[in-house]
């Protein structure tokens, strides 16, 4: 089984964006955990990080036929991107939803998801934890 875990805008800047949200963990923190998280369930991954919607959208189309989950965290474009919503939608390929913080309890900005819409559960506020229950969420669901 093969998990994409993409992650969006300014996660490249854990452990120096806001820490007081997002904590003093670094991107290479949060991919080590994921690729740990990934070896103990005994699922295949490639982590990707892009600041630009194209080309998260490009990653996307491009995984078709290729892996089985998307784990997403699209940071920023959450709140803004029906461009990921419809490559999601049209790659068709089960994807979880994950966030650092809590976005349900931050700036009222942060509290439509666009990507909610195809995703088949989330994991919101649990901090790096989220994306090992993401991964757990879609082995069970793939199963
Ligand atoms: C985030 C929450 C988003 O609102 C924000 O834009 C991010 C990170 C999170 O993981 O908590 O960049 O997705």
Known sequence: MKILVINGPNLNFLGIREPEI???????????????????L??????YQSNHEGAIVDKIQEAYGVFDGIVINPAAYTHTSVAI????????????EVHISNVDEREAF??????????????????????????????????
Do not use: M, Q, W
Request: charged fraction near 25%; aromatic fraction near 12%.
């Open 22 to 40: 997002y904590g003093n963990k670094t991107y290479a923190d949060l991919c080590e955990f994921i690729e740990n998280a990934c070896a103990e």
């Open 42 to 47: 005994c699922v295949e991954c490639e982590i």
């Open 85 to 96: 919503l419809d490559a999601v939608k049209a790659v068709g390929i089960p994807t979880v």
């Open 110 to 143: 942060r509290h439509h998801s666009y990507i909610a819409a195809a995703a088949k559960a989330r994991f919101i506020g649990l901090g790096f934890e989220g994306y090992r229950k993401a991964v757990e969420f879609l082995k069970n669901e793939l199963k």
